[in-house]
């Protein structure tokens, strides 16, 4: 049975940090690859980052390149995502997802409801 969860959410000041962290189970990112999205207020879900299979591989949206890392430890079975520079527009709640595909450019989100975490919520407010 695949689970995520995600943690380490929270209200930070622009310009400050957060780790995220994704605890998974029920499949390898030996053989899966691995995405956090977002998804904003009265906003659409996007993609923010991904990591391929064996963590060989990640992409980021433009928005965040440069500001935010993607990572993966099967051995902890966890895929972390540390965000710096935070920006008010960076406000969502994010989710990891088991992806079905990873590509040069993003990756494409399950279809099924099961492989998706909870979601953990970003605040980023002065």
């Known amino acids: 049975q695949v689970q995520l969860v995600e943690s380490g959410g929270g209200l930070v000041q622009p310009g400050g940090s957060l780790l995220l962290s994704c605890a998974y189970s029920g499949f390898s990112l030996d053989d899966d690859p691995v995405g956090w999205f977002r998804q904003a207020p009265g906003k659409e879900r996007e993609g923010v980052a991904c990591?391929?299979?064996?963590?060989?591989?990640?992409n980021y949206a433009d928005s965040v390149k440069g500001r935010f890392t993607i990572s993966g430890d099967n051995r902890k079975k966890t895929v972390n995502l540390q965000m710096t520079s935070l920006k008010p527009e960076d406000t969502a709640i994010y989710y990891c997802?088991?992806?079905?595909?990873?590509?040069?450019?993003?990756?494409?989100?399950?279809?099924?409801?099961?492989?998706w975490g909870q979601g953990t919520q970003v605040t980023v407010s002065s």
């Open positions: 997802a088991k992806v079905s595909a990873f590509y040069a450019t993003g990756c494409l989100p399950p279809a099924t409801q099961a492989y």
């Open positions: 990591i391929s299979r064996s963590a060989i591989a990640t």
